[in-house]
């Protein structure tokens, strides 16, 4: 019989070492090791029946609480290891709040949209309203409606790329002006409009050209409508765009869809019309081309020139830019470096 508790005492001992593992999985081995049906308790509690009745009270009790400091001692355990775990958790969590966050790129308006904008902005103020055509457009109103019959020499100063035969990208903004007059008619006037958007041109890129560039129109029918009228819109424009003491200056010039046509300088913004470099010594820097709307064109659309005139003027956007920023290459616009841009992010 105390050989017997003795057996249990050790047992129990042992029990409570191995207990101290930091793993749970061992922890399980322990617990059916010594509690299983096949471990030492259950082979003790089945010896019980062959103990003297007066033995067996007293054994019994002994296993008994064996049994329960086992249990107990694996319980207790377990909870420290699942505890254990969660604190060891919880710190691998921890967000450091003082960390600096993460930087944000955010982009910025292309200097072109920029210009697009500001240009649109102005015309709005005196009563404009913003158009949009094709860029793929019909030889009919790219060129035909604009007094540039098929065959017309003038058509070499715009080289095209076509679609088909019928079909171009279309040169210029100008083609507009046809699509407008047609729509509105003489019923509806004035008509005053500007019309922003890409145009194409067959021409080898260089610094100064691009096969894709961009255009702005902006044109006028009206009763009345003079020279005067465009000569005050054009400084009013320079000046918006380089500065209130820019001046201009009107040079005759040919397109077969204004006349009288002329090509529009401004007084260099550097030199201030001294001369220097950008304005190539002569003090003043072309900017764009204008003139009356001619009758022709106004004919073809249905109007009574003898009650309706008008005048149109197109400009280059890059040029605008270029000229605005100090830009020396236009590619520069059309590459998308981060360095070029950034620097034009408001
Ligand atoms: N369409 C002409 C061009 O692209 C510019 C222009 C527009 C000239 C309107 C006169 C009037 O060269």
């Given at each position: 019989m105390s050989e017997q508790n003795t057996v249990l005492e050790q047992l129990l001992a042992q029990a409570l070492t191995e207990v101290k593992t930091d793993d749970l999985k061992t922890l399980n081995d322990v617990r059916v090791k010594y509690l299983g049906k096949k471990g030492p308790i259950q082979e003790a509690m089945k010896a019980m029946k062959d103990l003297a009745p007066e033995e067996r009270k007293a054994f019994g009790q002994l296993v008994n609480t064996v049994k329960s400091e086992i249990a107990e001692a694996v319980e207790a355990q377990t909870t420290a290891l699942e505890q254990a775990a969660i604190v060891q958790r919880l710190a691998n969590e921890t967000i450091d709040i003082?960390?600096?966050?993460?930087?944000?790129?955010?982009?910025?308006?292309?200097?072109?949209?920029?210009?697009?904008?500001?240009?649109?902005?102005?015309?709005?103020?005196?009563?404009?309203?913003?158009?949009?055509?094709?860029?793929?457009?019909?030889?009919?109103?790219?060129?035909?409606?604009?007094?540039?019959?098929?065959?017309?020499?003038?058509?070499?100063?715009?080289?095209?790329?076509y679609v088909d035969p019928h079909r171009l990208l279309r040169t210029h903004t100008s083609g507009v002006q046809a699509r407008t007059f047609e729509a509105r008619g003489e019923d509806q006037l004035p008509i005053k409009v500007i019309c922003p958007g890409k145009v194409y041109r067959r021409?080898?890129?260089?610094?100064?050209?691009?096969?894709?560039?961009?255009?702005?129109?902006?044109?006028?029918?009206?009763?009345?409508?003079s020279m005067a009228n465009l000569k005050g819109t054009l400084q009013a424009l320079a000046r918006h765009l380089f500065g209130s003491d820019r001046e201009i200056r009107l040079r005759p010039s040919f397109f077969p869809f204004?006349?009288?046509?002329?090509?529009?300088?401004?007084?260099?913004a550097k030199c201030n019309g001294t001369g220097c470099n950008?304005?190539?010594q002569t003090g003043w820097i072309e900017i764009l081309g204008a003139g009356l709307i001619h009758p022709n064109v106004l004919t073809m659309t249905g109007f009574d020139t003898e009650k309706v005139s008008g005048f149109a003027l197109g400009m280059g956007v890059e040029r605008i830019a270029m000229l605005k920023y100090g830009i020396e290459d236009i590619r520069h616009f059309y590459v998308n470096d981060v360095r070029f841009l950034q620097q034009f992010k408001r």
């Amino acid at each position: 019989m105390s050989e017997q508790n003795t057996v249990l005492e050790q047992l129990l001992a042992q029990a409570l070492t191995e207990v101290k593992t930091d793993d749970l999985k061992t922890l399980n081995d322990v617990r059916v090791k010594y509690l299983g049906k096949k471990g030492p308790i259950q082979e003790a509690m089945k010896a019980m029946k062959d103990l003297a009745p007066e033995e067996r009270k007293a054994f019994g009790q002994l296993v008994n609480t064996v049994k329960s400091e086992i249990a107990e001692a694996v319980e207790a355990q377990t909870t420290a290891l699942e505890q254990a775990a969660i604190v060891q958790r919880l710190a691998n969590e921890t967000i450091d709040i003082t960390l600096p966050a993460r930087h944000l790129h955010t982009g910025g308006v292309h200097p072109l949209q920029q210009v697009v904008d500001d240009i649109t902005q102005f015309f709005r103020s005196m009563g404009y309203e913003a158009a949009e055509g094709p860029e793929v457009e019909t030889d009919f109103y790219n060129f035909e409606m604009l007094n540039l019959p098929h065959d017309h020499p003038a058509r070499d100063m715009q080289d095209s790329f076509y679609v088909d035969p019928h079909r171009l990208l279309r040169t210029h903004t100008s083609g507009v002006q046809a699509r407008t007059f047609e729509a509105r008619g003489e019923d509806q006037l004035p008509i005053k409009v500007i019309c922003p958007g890409k145009v194409y041109r067959r021409d080898d890129d260089d610094a100064t050209h691009s096969h894709q560039f961009m255009q702005i129109e902006a044109f006028i029918v009206d009763e009345n409508v003079s020279m005067a009228n465009l000569k005050g819109t054009l400084q009013a424009l320079a000046r918006h765009l380089f500065g209130s003491d820019r001046e201009i200056r009107l040079r005759p010039s040919f397109f077969p869809f204004t006349e009288p046509s002329v090509e529009v300088d401004v007084s260099c913004a550097k030199c201030n019309g001294t001369g220097c470099n950008v304005c190539k010594q002569t003090g003043w820097i072309e900017i764009l081309g204008a003139g009356l709307i001619h009758p022709n064109v106004l004919t073809m659309t249905g109007f009574d020139t003898e009650k309706v005139s008008g005048f149109a003027l197109g400009m280059g956007v890059e040029r605008i830019a270029m000229l605005k920023y100090g830009i020396e290459d236009i590619r520069h616009f059309y590459v998308n470096d981060v360095r070029f841009l950034q620097q034009f992010k408001r």
